[in-house]
Each structure stands twice: as C-alpha cells, then as structure tokens.
C-alpha cells in the first residue's frame, strides 16, 4: 500500500538512526507502569501537572499535556521542555466537518478532557486516535530480511516491511500484505513479536515474526534493495527509524539467549533533544511476555 | 473517557454473550496464518476472488471484499454470502474534506485499491484506519475484576474496563486511565496478555493484565457495579462483549495449566450467522507467545 508506506514513512520522520544500548530491564523481569499519578491522589490525571521525569526503563510524565508535533511531522516543534511532549493529534487541521461540511469549533466537549474539533452546524465531534502501523520481521537462515528506502523520508535507509494497517484487515493480514508490497515476499506470520507505542506521534508498531514460504524477494516500488543480514551485519547505523531500531535490538537481544519473546514498550523522544540526536530515544515500561 | 466507552460499546453492539468453547489451537502450538493467497499466484490479493471458507483455527478468506457494515453499527446488514465480510469502513459518511470543506467523491485512488473519499477541490484523501481498544484484566487473590455496564449497547452485562486508545499515550497508559475511569480501580500493568482484531468493525483490542495498587474500587458513571469474580464465577452467560468472552476464556484455559502466555488472534463472524447468534464469532489465527 504505497499511502501507508508514505505517510508511515512521513509521519515517523524523526526518528533517525541509533543504536540503542542494551536496556537494563530487557531481562526476565518485568518492568511495572507506575507513571501514572494515582487516580486518588491530589495528582490525580484529570488535574495535570508538569513535572516529568525519565528513568531508565521507567518515564514518569505529566498526563495530560500537549505539544504542536503533529504526525505528519512530529518534530515540527522542538519541546521546550518536557511538560510539551504529550500529543493531541492533528486537530488543528480540523477545519470542517465530514458529515455536514459543517465549520469546526476546536475545544473541550462537556464531559471530555481533551480539545477536539466539533462541529458548529450539528455537533458532531471529530475524533482522532493513534493508528497502527503493522509489519514483519522475516526469519530465514539465521539471517533477517530488510529492505532500503527509495521514497523520503529516511531514502536509502533499512527499515523492516511495514506500513499502516487497513480498516477491514486484521494485524497479521496487514503484516503479510505489506510485506508482498515492499519486498515482494510472500510471508508466513509465525508468532507476534512486539508492540512498540509511540505517543509522540499517535502510532503503535505491530510487529510479527514470519517467515519466506519461499525463497524469493524482490524490490517493490518503494524499496531501492531487499537483503537478507546476518545478526552481526545488521545495519545499525542506518536504520530508517526508532521503531525498527528498538525491534531489531529486542530481536537480536532475544536470539543471544534463546528463543524470541514478545516485547510491549513505548518509544519516548527524550526531553531537550533533537531529532537527529544519536539516542534520542528511550524505551519505557518494557514488558515481556 | 465518556466518549470512548459509548463508541466502543456501540461499535461492538453485535458481539452478544457466548461461552466460546475451547478451541483446539490453544494448546502450545502455533497457528500457522496461511489464509493469503499466495502473492505470486493468480490468485493474488489484488485480484479478489468471493471464495471463503472457515475452519476451526484458520480462516481462509477472500482478500478486499467490503460491506456495509460500519463501525457504528457492524451489523445493519447481515452479510447474505462470506464475500461479503470486508469491512470497508465509514466512507460513505464521510461527505466533506475536514481540510478545506468540499464535497467528496468515493472512488479508488490511483495507485491504490481500496475505495476512499476524496476531497473534489483539494484532494486529500481521508484515510479510515482501524481504531485500538485498550482494557486492564485484573487479577486479586485468584480473582478477575469486571464492571457492569449502566449505558447502552450491552446495558446490565458484564465487560473488563476497556475504551479507546486516545492520540498522546500509550496502549498501557489509556489501559489505566479507562480502568480508573470505569471502576475506579488505580492499576498497575503487569504484561501485555492479548491482542484481538476485530476486522470487521476496525477495532483492535490490546488487553493487559494488571494488579490493584489497593483494594479499592467503585462503578464509574458507566458502570451500574464492578465485582471481583472468581475464575469459576465468571457471568459468561452475561457478558457484554465476544472480545471479553474470548479474552476471559484464554486466561482461565492459561490459569489451569500455569501462567497466562500472550495471546494474538483475529475475532470474526460466523458467515450467515445473527449477532445474537449463540457462538457466532470464531478466533482464527490464533498465535502464542
């Protein structure tokens, strides 16, 4: 699907090509959640405040805070500080309603939290929510498929087969379609792998592994090369995006020990960086399963 | 979050109460997907065909048929043929560009294949993707937690804390906030325990399992009241949802052999069936980790 490709590609333009360190907590424990203020408390997260801070492992953030990133550019706004890294999507370029044609208002509804985009004529709220971008990471002879970017953002890096999933499809479906898109690889999904948020930019990576039915790949039309690598030449250094940067270390991570597990995490750009910073990323509230 | 909890339940108003039984694939083996056609035969995605057939476990099925089922309503029409199980989302309510307001026009992009809006004077294309439903299980003292719905669909029957994942957080962060939301239950995320598609409906449901920090909990507006079950208690005969029936079903079937594993898989409709059909809806493709 080239739309999913492109806006994928767009929409996670910043995050660029780093090797994340091995995290601490990427053994067998698990990492509990305990950012969230308590329901109870005084910091209760209907009530926002704007202390934020980062551990290693573990992001303590104020709830629910906005910045100007939107997903087709998500780092159109440097944060100025950390209070700024909660997104509340593109509704700014809301401007009518799709039922109506309607002018939008852009507030907080009676009995919400968050500013939408509502409709002057009827009153239809517009929502948004985060999309999942579906793909596989493709196992054949101890080696893994990746294919080379021929469309911006991130031209000529390596990124997993991957894009958008599609109203009507399920995960996996969508993981196997993009991957005869892009690689011209006719996969089997075999188990998931992980699920990656990334609040920033209101998407969620769904990654299964898989594997060639056969022995043939190809270029699609937005793909320059497909290769497979061997663990040890994986192109760390130029990876198209966080996500896939954070899936293949999990990944390799995994195979040093045994078998792969499943992994659930959240991509946070760290507070005060830029989008080319080598790390700029951190993983938080890394769960396996 | 108000809104998530009235769209998600409306959006899932056809998945009535059952007791799936066991499926023979939740055992320790994998469910291979093979229900693509292969991309390299004539039978190709791109080119649909209306053959569809169901077996336990696996579901073979044609690639990009529609329906006019809606998330709002996936069942206003019952599907008279399996061709039609394809959901192709709510395009045809989409009438007017959110961007510059002109009319728009359904048709299949160039360059593309399936059927979008797109606006006649600016031409954007507006997009449909599938929409996340995140919910906390949660476990105290070998007991599960559930609330009673107070609003319609599915008034009176019993359901995890669930709604919609909002733009700016994570899948385990909106886990949380529904919970505290819906049963007034402060959680902690533990694991990732399952992720459901719904294709039908563009819903995927990402559960997590998850602990009281203190036992203390409390029917939110939704909620008429929320009880903690024992794993032989559970008001299957009454629950509100075939993802919360599938889900509670996957963690007892994990509960009697040991510890809950993750779960991925695909809830479908049965072809010719009722929405209050008895055991309408299969898990297909249904993956461990």
Redesign the interface.
């Known amino acids: ?3 999913a490709i492109q ?1 994928f590609g767009s929409s996670s333009s910043g995050f660029v090509s780093q090797r994340l360190k091995p995290h601490g907590n990427c053994a067998l424990s ?1 990492v ?5 203020p ?3 408390s005084p910091s209760h ?1 209907r009530k926002p405040t704007a202390n934020v801070s980062l551990i290693k492992g573990r992001c303590f953030r104020a709830f ?1 805070v ?1 910045c100007t990133g939107s997903e087709s550019n998500p780092d159109v706004t440097s944060p100025s500080s950390p209070a700024t890294f ?4 593109n509704i700014r ?9 309607g ?1 939008t208002k852009h507030e907080i ?1 009676d ?4 500013m939408r ?1 509502i409709c002057t004529l009827c009153g239809k ?8 971008v579906v793909g596989c990471l493709i196992e054949h002879d101890n080696k893994i498929l990746l294919c080379k970017r021929k469309i911006h953002p991130s031209y000529g890096l390596w990124t997993l087969p991957a894009g ?10 969508g993981a ?2 993009e991957t ?1 898109e892009e690689a ?1 690889a ?1 996969v ?6 992980a ?1 990656l ?1 990334i ?2 930019i ?1 998407q ?1 990576y ?1 990654i299964f592994l898989a594997k060639l ?2 022995l ?1 790949f190809y270029p699609g039309p937005e793909s320059s090369d497909c290769k497979l690598f061997s663990l040890d030449d994986i192109p760390f250094d130029s990876l198209a995006f966080s996500s896939m940067l954070v899936t293949l270390n999990l990944y390799v991570a995994d195979r040093k020990v045994g078998s ?3 992994h ?1 995490g ?1 991509i946070n750009k760290r507070p005060g960086t830029s989008p080319s910073d080598i790390q700029a990323y951190t993983l938080d ?1 890394h ?3």
Chains 1, 2 share one sequence.
């Open positions: 699907m080239l739309r806006n698990l509990p959640i305990s950012n969230k308590s329901p109870l997260p629910p906005s909660k997104s509340t999507g370029k809301i401007n009518f309603c799709q039922l109506c044609g002018p509804p009995g919400e939290e968050k985009a709220i517009a929502y948004e929510n985060p999309k999942m958008y999933m599609e109203i009507g499809e399920s995960a996996s479906e196997i379609r005869w011209g006719d089997e999904v075999l188990s998931p792998f699920q948020d609040p920033l209101g969620t769904i039915k056969r043939h792969p597990k499943f659930y959240t509230y769960l396996k399963s």
